[in-house]
């Protein structure tokens, strides 16, 4: 399926503060979604720029919920990548949740296309 895939569309994983609930400015890296027009599917991709160490749980849902989703991805490698999710005729969104070993450092973002 990669042959002729593209990043259909790419968002910042934004850093925030889990207790307070509130972004804390800047980002760990991007959350892009991929797409094959020959298999119509969807995965997402984690590029982390940051250069903290931790763990990215990236999936790939159809639409913008947790509905019909790929199974969760967990990687302490990067870049990271999903699993693939049939979408050929519906908006798809991945979603990425960053979380760095040092316990503090926390960051979230999604992409649909």
Known sequence: ??????VASSSPVYWY????????GGWS????NWYSPHCG????????????????????CLNNEFVHCADWYISALFPAWSNQLYARTTVATAFADFSGF????AATGSSSA
């Open 17 to 24: 503060d889990a207790e307070g609930g509130r972004l804390t």
């Open 1 to 6: 399926c990669s042959i002729g895939s593209y």
């Open 41 to 60: 599917t969807n995965w997402a991709r984690y590029v982390d720029t940051s250069g903290v160490s931790g763990n990215v749980n990236i999936i790939t």
């Open 29 to 32: 890296g991007y959350i892009q």
């Open 102 to 105: 040092d316990g503090g450092s």
